[in-house]
């Protein structure tokens, strides 16, 4: 039983490239979300995923794209990555709204230069 | 707007100390408040608390909820270098999904 996973850990891209974090869980959970987390701040929603086919905005949504094709997976897009978005991407899954049945990936390091 | 507020943003205290770490919040339609300890990786969950006046406990660690003044402490008693760690408040609301967070804690205790 995997959790949830993040890929990659660690990735460096250049202003104007577009990239895709992974996040898959194999729990069979109908919540998922991506947030990231920059120093001194806690945890921010960009966006979030009720069930398969359905996605919705977070707090901080420019620039990201998501998609929910399968319970599985929610990958994140960044459609033209911007020194802005360097950040800790966290990725997590639940099945209910309590908040403490919601699983973390372990976190992807994204660098823009 | 949904609000959370952590206080203080940083500590530092000496190992044996008791700390308190605070978290008010403003919350359309509140469901739950919860605690996590994060250590330069994902948080790792520690309380969660619905009901006011009800502390939770587990060890060193304590937390309790106040739903008429809208706040909610975090206890650590005898504190150990193990403890240094940012720690995050976060409330779930009926209306929404996703937790807010505020902005953490970050505590160092050193030897």
């Known amino acids: 039983n995997a959790g949830v996973t993040q890929t990659p850990k660690f990735q460096v891209l250049k202003t104007g490239q577009s990239m895709t974090l992974q996040c898959a869980q194999d729990m069979n959970h109908e919540y998922m979300s991506w947030y990231r987390q920059d120093p001194g701040m806690g945890l921010r929603l960009i966006h979030y995923?009720?069930?398969?086919?359905?996605?919705d905005q977070g707090e901080v949504p420019n620039g990201y794209n998501v998609s929910r094709s399968t319970t599985e997976d929610f990958p994140l897009r960044l459609l033209s990555a911007a020194p802005s978005q360097t950040s800790v991407y966290f990725c997590?899954?639940?099945?209910?709204?309590?908040?403490?049945?919601?699983?973390f990936g372990e976190g992807s390091w994204l660098t823009v230069v | 707007e949904d609000k959370v507020v952590q206080s203080p943003l940083s500590l530092v205290v000496h190992e044996g100390d008791t700390v308190t770490l605070n978290c008010s919040y403003e919350?359309?339609?509140?469901?739950?408040l919860l605690w996590y300890k994060q250590e330069k990786k994902a948080p790792t969950f520690l309380f969660m608390l619905?009901?006011?006046?009800i502390e939770k406990k587990s060890g060193r660690l304590s937390s309790i909820l106040d739903k008429k003044e809208l706040f909610s402490i975090l206890n650590i008693t005898a504190t150990q270098t193990g403890d240094s760690a940012v720690y995050l408040c976060a409330v779930v609301s009926n209306s929404g999904y996703a937790l807010n967070f505020g902005k953490g804690t970050s505590l160092l205790v050193t030897p």
């Open positions: 619905t009901s006011s006046g």
């Open positions: 995923s009720v069930g398969a086919g359905i996605t």
């Open positions: 919350v359309t339609n509140f469901r739950s």
């Open positions: 997590a899954s639940s099945y209910s709204r309590s908040g403490n049945t919601i699983y």
